[in-house]
C-alpha cells in the first residue's frame, strides 16, 4: 500500500506589514533588520480571521478540488500554536464547516511550528495501517509576536492544507519516507494563557534549528539512501530568510534546489504553516517523478523530515489559488492598523 | 606585599549553553592545579568572585556550592563587588595568605549570564546602582552614556575615538583563541551600529557572557614562580553617579591606582601592560587618565593613534581583548584580568604577547565606579 497527496489548498491573509514601516517605530534602520533577517514583509490577519478561519480557508479549497464528498475524510488533524481555544478542538470547527459528517477522528496538534508536518506523518501512518482511507492535515497560525520583539519582524499568517490518501486516482505526489528528531531544548515556549511567546535569542540558532534540522536531514538521507543531488527540490523551515539557506547549504542542496520553496520571501514566517505552504508552492510547479525533500522545525524542540515523489505533471494554468498568485493579491497596512487587527490596541 | 601567582586559566568565555557552573569551575580548577603541580588537598581556602548567583541563578550559597563541586572541605566564600566581584575576591585571597593563616588559597571568577533573558540579566546587573538609578528606568548603558556625553562635552572626545578603543580590543581579541569575540572590527562598522543609548552604540559595548578564571596564590617563598602582586588596592565611591562632583572620571579609580602604584614603588610609565574595565568604549578612555597613563582629556586620542596598541605602543591595554571583545562574566572579569597579565609576565599570553613586559596592572571596575580594585604584577 502507498500513501500520498491527493489535493492541497492554501491561504495567504490579504494584509501585508512592511519591515521598513515597523523597524523605524523602534528606533531600528530597516536596512539593518532586513539584511540581518532576511525578511521584507510579512502577512497579516485581518480583525475577523484566526487560526480557524485560515484553515478553514485552506482546507475548502483542498477539499474543492479533490474528486471527492468531504463525507469520505475519515479524520482531520489540524497543527497550530495559536489555536484560538486551549480547550476545544480546532479540528471539530474546521470538521463542522466542511460538513464532514460526524464519522471521523478529530485531533489538534501543538509543537510549536512542526505540528503540521507531525499531522502530515501521523495521518500518513494511519493510512498505511490501513485504519483510515483519506485524512485531512492542515498547519494553521495566526502568529502571536510581543509588540518591540525581534519576533514582530517575522511573525506572519497563513495555512495550508492536503488530504492525505491511499488512493492512487489523481495523486499529487507519493510519500515515501518520513523521520523526525526530538528534544527537551527550550528555545522558544508560551506558557498557558501567556498571550505572546518567549524566546531564547540566538539560543534558537545553532542548539535548537540547526541541530534538529540537520539531524532529521541526514536521517533521511540515511534512511533513504538518497543524495542531495537525487532531489529536485528542498523545503525547509523558514523562522527567518537566512536559516534556510544556511542549513540547505550545510547539507549539500543548492539554492537553486531551495529557491522555489521560500515563501518566507513573500509573506514571513506563518509558524505552523512556514514549511507546509513551501511543499504547496514547491507542487505548484513540480514536475512528474521530481524528489522533493522536506524537513520542518519546531521549537521546544523536533524536526519531521519528509520524502515525496511527484506522481503528475503541475497544469500548465495555473489556478488562482496557487501560492505565488495568493501572494500577490495584497493590501498594505501601516504599524498602527496592524496593532489594531492584531487587538494590540 | 609579595604574593606569588603559582598559576591562572580561564575558560572561553561566550555563550557557553552546554556547560554548567559546575562544570566550568571544574575545568579551570583542573587547569590551575594541572599548571601548577598541586594536588587539590593542599588548597586551604576558595575565594570565589560571583555577582548575579542570587538574582539568576536562586544560589545563594556558592562558597559551599564549588567546594562542594571541587571535593574540598575548606573555608569557602563568595566574595561580591558588583562587577569588581573578581578583583575583590584577588584582594582578599591575597590578604588571606599574607596573613598567614593560609599557604595556598584558590581565587575562583566566575558567572553564568547567558541561560537568562536579556532583560533578566539588565534588570539583575542594575543590583550594582543606586535606588534613584533605579527608580529612573536607568540602565548601565544609560549612565554610561551620560558619562560618554559629560567627557565629550568637556574634552571634546569624539564617538569616532570611542568606537577606536571597540577596534582595538577587538584585534586584540582576534589573537586570543578564549575571547568571546575573535573577529576583528572596523571603525565604520562600529559607528554604523545600532544605537544602544546615545552616544553609545551596540559595539561600543562590553557583552553579556558565561566564563570562569582562577589562580592560585600563595605567601610562600621559594615556590618557583616569579611573578607575584605587588600591590592590591580596592577603593569605593557613592554608588549612584548623581552625587558625584565629576563624570569624566571615576574618583575610586584615581584613590585605588594611587594606593597600588605606592604599594609597588612603581609609577604610571613603568607599567608595560595592563588589563582595564572597558564594559564600555568610554570607561577604557577614562580609566587611561584614572590611571595616569596619559593626562586628562588626552587618552582618547592617544588610544586614536595607536599609542596603546600590541606591537605599537605602550603600555598595551586590554591584550586580552578586555571586557569588550574577550567577554564580561562579570564575576569572573577581575580575575581573567589579573590571569591575563600573569600570562604576560610569564610569556606565555601567545599571539597577543608583550614583548619583555615586567610590570603590569589591572584595572576592576564595580558599577559605574562605586569599587574599584587595582592590582600591581611584578616579574622578579
Redesign the interface.
Given at each position: 500500500m502507498s500513501v500520498g497527496i491527493i489535493s492541497y489548498g492554501i491561504y495567504i491573509p490579504f494584509n501585508r506589514l512592511k519591515i521598513e514601516d515597523i523597524a523605524p517605530v523602534w528606533?531600528?534602520?530597516p536596512s539593518?533588520v532586513i539584511s540581518s533577517l532576511g525578511i521584507t514583509e510579512k502577512s497579516v490577519t485581518a480583525f475577523d480571521e484566526d487560526s480557524v478561519t485560515l484553515a478553514y480557508e485552506a482546507a475548502i479549497r483542498a477539499v474543492k478540488s479533490a474528486d471527492m464528498s468531504p463525507s469520505e475524510i475519515d479524520a482531520i488533524f489540524v497543527g497550530s500554536e495559536s489555536h484560538p481555544y486551549a480547550v476545544n478542538p480546532t479540528s471539530t470547527i474546521l470538521g463542522e464547516f466542511l460538513n464532514v459528517g460526524h464519522d471521523y477522528l478529530a485531533a489538534d496538534l501543538e509543537f510549536a511550528c512542526k505540528a503540521g508536518t507531525t499531522a502530515m506523518i501521523a495521518v500518513s501512518s494511519l493510512v498505511l495501517s490501513g485504519q483510515i482511507k483519506t485524512g485531512l492535515i492542515v498547519g494553521s497560525d495566526s502568529a502571536q509576536a510581543k509588540p518591540h520583539d525581534v519576533l514582530e519582524y517575522s511573525a506572519a499568517s497563513g495555512s495550508a492544507a492536503f488530504l492525505i490518501s491511499n488512493s492512487k486516482k489523481n495523486q499529487i505526489a507519493q510519500i515515501f519516507a518520513s523521520t523526525s528528531y526530538s528534544s527537551d531544548t527550550p528555545d522558544f515556549w508560551r506558557r498557558d494563557g501567556v498571550r505572546f511567546p518567549?524566546h531564547?535569542?540566538?539560543?534558537t540558532g545553532e542548539?535548537a534549528y540547526f541541530r534538529h534540522v540537520e539531524n532529521a536531514a541526514r536521517k533521511l538521507l540515511a534512511k533513504t539512501n538518497l543524495i542531495p543531488e537525487d532531489f529536485k527540490y528542498c523545503i525547509f523551515h523558514m523562522p527567518n530568510g537566512k536559516f534556510p539557506r544556511q542549513i540547505a547549504k550545510r547539507l549539500g542542496f543548492t539554492q537553486k534546489q531551495l529557491a522555489p520553496s521560500l515563501i518566507v520571501d513573500y509573506i514571513g514566517n506563518p509558524y505552523t504553516a512556514s514549511s507546509l505552504l513551501g511543499l504547496a508552492k514547491v507542487l505548484d510547479v513540480a514536475g512528474k517523478d521530481d524528489l522533493i525533500f522536506m524537513v520542518s522545525y519546531g521549537s521546544g524542540a523536533g524536526s519531521d523530515g519528509l520524502v515525496f515523489k511527484v506522481m503528475r505533471d503541475a497544469p500548465e494554468k495555473k489556478s488562482a489559488d496557487v501560492f505565488i498568485n495568493q501572494a500577490s493579491r495584497k493590501k498594505y497596512i501601516s504599524y498602527v492598523e496592524y496593532l489594531k487587527y492584531r487587538r494590540k490596541i | 606585599m609579595k604574593v606569588t601567582v603559582l598559576a591562572g586559566a580561564t575558560t572561553k568565555f561566550g555563550e557557553l549553553w552546554d556547560f554548567s557552573p559546575r562544570v566550568l569551575a571544574q575545568q579551570v580548577t583542573a587547569q590551575v592545579l594541572k599548571e601548577s603541580g598541586l594536588a587539590k588537598n593542599k588548597i586551604e581556602a576558595v575565594f570565589v568572585g560571583n555577582m548575579l548567583s542570587s538574582s539568576l541563578g536562586n544560589q545563594d550559597h556558592l562558597g559551599a556550592f564549588f567546594s562542594e563541586e571541587l571535593g574540598m572541605n575548606v573555608p569557602a566564600v563568595k566574595i561580591e563587588a558588583a562587577c569588581a566581584s573578581g578583583g575583590m575576591a584577588v584582594h582578599l585571597a591575597a590578604l588571606s595568605v599574607i596573613s598567614g593563616q593560609y599557604k595556598k588559597v584558590l581565587v575562583l571568577g566566575i558567572e553564568k549570564m547567558t541561560d537568562y533573558k536579556p532583560e533578566m540579566v539588565n534588570s539583575a546587573l542594575m543590583g550594582a546602582s543606586s535606588d534613584a538609578e533605579r527608580e529612573t528606568g536607568a540602565t548601565f548603558a544609560a549612565l554610561y552614556a551620560l558619562i560618554a556625553r559629560a567627557h565629550m562635552e568637556k574634552y571634546r572626545t569624539t564617538e569616532k575615538e570611542m568606537a577606536q578603543v571597540a577596534v582595538k580590543n577587538h584585534y586584540h581579541a582576534s589573537l586570543n583563541s578564549h575571547a568571546q569575540y575573535t573577529v576583528p572590527l572596523t571603525l565604520e562598522a562600529v559607528l554604523k551600529s545600532s544605537v544602544v543609548a546615545s552616544p553609545l552604540k551596540i559595539f561600543d559595548c562590553s557583552p553579556i557572557s558565561d566564563g570562569a578564571a582562577a589562580l592560585i596564590l600563595s605567601s610562600e617563598k621559594n615556590t618557583g614562580s616569579d611573578i607575584y602582586i605587588a600591590a592590591s588596592a580596592p577603593s569605593t565611591d557613592t554608588l549612584g553617579i548623581s552625587q558625584r562632583d565629576d563624570l569624566t572620571s571615576l574618583k575610586s579609580a584615581k584613590i585605588a591606582s594611587r594606593l597600588a602604584f605606592s604599594q609597588a614603588g612603581v609609577g604610571p610609565a613603568d607599567i608595560d601592560v595592563a588589563e582595564v574595565h572597558d564594559c564600555f568604549t568610554i570607561a577604557e578612555i577614562i580609566a587611561m587618565e584614572d590611571i595616569g597613563f596619559f593626562e586628562k582629556g588626552a587618552a582618547a586620542r592617544a588610544i586614536y593613534e595607536k599609542k596603546t596598541w600590541l606591537n605599537i605602543g605602550r603600555p598595551v591595554v586590554n591584550t586580552s581583548g578586555g571586557l569588550k571583545a574577550a567577554g564580561h562574566p562579570v564575576g569572573a572579569t577581575g580575575v581573567k584580568q589579573v590571569v591575563e597579565i600573569y600570562k604576560q609576565l610569564k610569556g606565555i599570553a601567545g599571539k597577543k604577547q608583550v614583548k619583555s613586559s615586567r610590570i603590569g596592572l589591572t584595572h576592576n571596575v564595580g558599577g559605574t565606579g562605586a569599587t574599584c580594585v587595582i592590582h600591581i604584577l611584578k616579574k622578579n
Open positions: 528606533g531600528k534602520k539593518d518567549s531564547g535569542g540566538r539560543f542548539p | -
